[in-house]
């Protein structure tokens, strides 16, 4: 729980400064609110760090105006299922930053 906050954390001080465009962290904290969403326990969601071999965060960032930045991020969480049991998922979540509105969206939260 502990790296989960301090992970937060550092993506909200990373989202809130500089070019907000190069933030794969942000990406990857702002992906596990949307796979918690999903799950039928969230509070009982584990997420790794994101330096874990198994977490990928791709980004693509619009050249033209900056307004929209894309992310693709893949990785993993343990949480319980329907039966309390708690089981280890992959997740792909396709993630989109508008700049301007300071605002994130997920096109798609595919949890295997």
């Known amino acids: ?6 992970v937060g ?3 909200l001080f990373l989202t809130g400064c500089g070019d907000k465009c190069d933030s794969d962290v942000g990406a990857f904290v702002m992906s596990q609110n949307f796979v918690k969403k999903k799950l039928k326990y969230p509070s009982s969601a584990v997420f790794p760090y994101i ?3 198994a977490v990928y965060v791709y980004g693509d960032i ?4 900056l307004e929209i930045c894309e992310y693709s991020v893949h990785g993993y969480v343990e949480s319980k299922n329907s039966f309390g049991v708690m089981v280890n998922n992959k997740y ?3 993630l989109k930053y508008n700049v ?11 949890i295997q």
């Open 51 to 53: 330096d874990d071999s």
């Open 62 to 65: 619009d050249k033209e105006g």
């Open 100 to 110: 301007k509105n300071d605002t994130w969206s997920a096109t798609q939260v595919f």
């Open 92 to 94: 792909t979540v396709d």
């Open 9 to 11: 954390l550092i993506g």
């Open 1 to 6: 729980m502990k790296r989960i906050f301090l």
